[in-house]
């Protein structure tokens, strides 16, 4: 049973460029957070999919940010004209119900590590 | 603003020794309380949670202390081991409402020396 699987693991973009992170939960999981860690920060939480549904965006930046979760395919977090302060790296964690409250615990992929030049 | 603070952000502890990580919240609603291990290269992984309704919960070396009415709560790793070095990350959530996401800590970089 496959984990939560990130690809790329590295992306590398130039200033101006688009990025696409995606994010194959785990079997059985239908719920899909993506998380921002900046170096020497703590995660902070960017947004909550369900499948084809945005439930809470109150973390993602108002501008060049993105996630969709499809009914098919996996969860894409897409930055456009990205610039350097968005390098960091970009977690995505999955569970089979809303909220991680113990009972429904959020399970983290390996992250996707963004630089732009 | 920063609603959980989590200290020390690096801790150097001698194999055998007790490694105590510590944080405080802000938000009296936050009722859920998990710490994450983080290996390099790797994601985060639940290592112990606990909510408000006791005051300690122990799981093998690891316990939380938990102190309600100061918004304070602790990790403890008893007989520390030079495979415990990773950073730790203190989280909290409001279970009942609230954002869906953890608002976590900045982390502690735990060294555990042989």
């Known amino acids: 049973n496959a984990g939560v699987m990130q690809n790329p693991r590295h992306l590398v973009r130039r200033r101006g460029q688009e990025a696409r992170l995606r994010c194959s939960p785990m079997?059985?999981?239908?719920?899909v957070y993506w998380y921002r860690q900046l170096p020497e920060e703590g995660l902070k939480f960017m947004v909550y999919?369900?499948?084809?549904?945005?439930?809470?965006e109150s973390g993602m930046p108002k501008e060049r940010f993105s996630a969709e979760f499809p009914k098919e395919g996996p969860s894409i977090l897409r930055i456009q004209q990205v610039v350097r302060g968005d390098s960091a790296a970009y977690f995505c964690?999955?569970?089979?119900?809303?909220?991680?409250?113990?009972?429904?615990?959020?399970?983290f992929g390996a992250g996707s590590r963004l630089t732009v030049l | 603003q920063q609603q959980v603070k989590q200290s020390p952000q690096s801790l150097i502890v001698q194999k055998g020794g007790i490694s105590i990580i510590n944080c405080a919240y802000e938000n009296t609603a936050f009722d859920y309380f998990p710490w994450y291990q983080q290996f390099p290269g790797k994601g985060p992984a639940l290592l112990i949670a606990?909510?408000?309704?006791?005051s300690e919960k122990k799981e093998g070396r690891f316990t939380i202390s938990f102190n309600k009415s100061a918004k304070q709560f602790s990790l403890h790793i008893m007989d520390s081991q030079p495979g415990d070095s990773a950073t730790y990350f203190c989280a909290a959530k409001e279970t009942g409402g609230g954002a869906d996401g953890l608002t976590f800590g900045k982390g502690t970089h735990l060294i555990i020396q042989p």
């Open positions: 606990i909510r408000p309704d006791v």
């Open positions: 964690a999955s569970s089979r119900y809303r909220g991680d409250n113990g009972a429904n615990v959020l399970t």
């Open positions: 079997k059985g999981h239908s719920h």
């Open positions: 999919l369900q499948k084809e549904n945005i439930i809470d």
